[in-house]
């Protein structure tokens, strides 16, 4: 045998007689990484236990009942035993429950409680309560204070109006955005990628074009007049008059919002009660940092300025 034989044979053998595998990978070693590689554009770590834990917390926070966990998994087209690891740990920890009386799942008001843990709403809302009594007794209405979460506003501090009659609110209550004044406020003062993402986001959720339409135009004139103001959106009688609470970057975080009753007792005409609650609006963003841009005064409808009759 020939040297370079024998060396050969000593590369591939080794001293032991165990044979070494030389060469580089099997192609198809290289084509499994390749798919396990994250692809362009995508994170490069992912937690998956994560992604469908929030996968259930969005889905239930778009339901007005409860879901079982077998719909759960349908609609996320989860297997049961995937679902069930979830929902348990998420009852476990509080962030959802069942009902008494059914299996489906609901969330808690954990998120919630979070939400209002963040410094800048805690901030808020602390300030806020002797702020929103004042002003109601001002004006006799009830005043709401409203953060944007997701494509949804929630009620986070409100003063009862002191009036015989008035507007009742449930703290905690959520609406679609585009569907209130206070949604739209909030939304006038965003960034434009923000209300894009809005915009994008309705429109995958089905609403027809020329109501999408119809949404960006008003969120348009609100940015314009920098205020809400609009009658009969939602009950028959009531006036929303809605001003952006704002940050040292001119972001909206709330939205200071004021649904007015008229009465033919009232003796504090729209007008009046729009200017007080535009000063509470501002002493909440001085807190903030941030400076409403003032409004002219009478106030009418942004997007038509049809005057509004006192």
Not at 24 to 41: F, I, L, M, N, T
Not at 113 to 134: C, G, H, K, W
Not at 164 to 189: D, K, M, W
Not at 240 to 263: C, E, H, K, N, Y
Request: aromatic share 6%; glycine share 6%.
């Amino acid at each position: 045998m020939s040297i370079a034989a024998e060396i050969s044979k000593f590369l591939r053998t080794g001293t032991n007689g165990i044979r070494i595998k030389m060469g580089g990978p099997r192609k198809s070693d290289v084509a499994a990484r390749a798919e396990k590689a994250p692809k362009e554009g995508q994170a490069t770590y992912l937690a998956p236990a994560l992604e469908k834990g929030l996968d259930v917390l969005e889905l239930l926070a778009r339901q007005s009942e409860g879901l079982t966990q077998s719909q759960i998994a349908q609609q996320l087209s989860r297997s049961l035993q995937e679902v069930y690891r979830m929902v348990v740990s998420l009852e476990r920890r509080g962030y959802i429950r069942r009902g008494p009386q059914d299996e489906a799942f609901r969330l808690s008001m954990k998120l919630y409680d979070l939400a209002l843990a963040f410094p800048p709403i805690e901030m808020l809302t602390t300030a806020a309560n002797p702020i929103l009594l004042r002003l109601a007794a001002e004006t006799q209405q009830s005043i709401l204070l409203t953060v944007l979460e997701g494509a949804f506003i929630r009620t986070i501090a409100y003063a009862d109006s002191p009036a015989p009659l008035g507007f009742r609110v449930r703290l905690g209550t959520s609406s679609p955005a585009e569907h209130t004044a206070s949604g739209r406020v909030i939304l006038a003062f965003q960034p434009p990628a923000t209300r894009e993402w809005m915009f994008d986001a309705l429109a995958a959720n089905g609403i027809d074009r020329a109501e999408l339409r119809r949404v960006r135009q008003r969120i348009e004139a609100i940015a314009a007049q920098h205020y809400e103001l609009i009658a009969g959106e939602n009950i028959a009688g009531i006036t929303d008059v809605s001003f952006p609470i704002l940050d040292g970057r001119g972001q909206a975080l709330a939205a200071l919002t004021m649904p007015f009753l008229q009465s033919v007792r009232g003796r504090v005409p729209i007008q009046q009660a729009a200017a007080s609650q535009f000063k509470a609006a501002c002493e909440l963003s001085n807190i903030l940092g941030g400076t409403p841009p003032a409004p002219e005064f009478p106030l009418s409808d942004p997007l038509t300025r049809a005057p509004h009759p006192e």
